[in-house]
């Protein structure tokens, strides 16, 4: 696999939460820490996302928000 993104993550899928329009997909990328995506149910099944297999986490962003709160 070959991305221009520079952000690629490796993890295991923890769980997926399928509905019938998207998945909310957690995906463990050390002890501990999780990323949470949201993707179409189409590429849910493309893909052939299941509990324990491995995967990646790609994340391109012109920017990352940060907040707090007061």
Not at 8 to 34: D, F, M, T, Y
Request: charged share 25%; proline share 3%.
């Amino acid at each position: 696999m070959k991305l221009s993104a520079r952000n690629v993550l490796k993890g295991k899928i923890k769980n997926i939460k399928r509905g019938p329009i998207s998945s909310l997909v957690v995906l463990e990328i050390a002890p501990k820490v999780q990323i949470v995506s949201t993707i179409t149910a189409e590429s849910t099944a493309a893909l052939k996302l299941k509990k324990g297999r491995t995967a990646y986490a790609v994340i391109k962003a012109s920017s990352v928000m940060v907040g707090v709160d007061e």
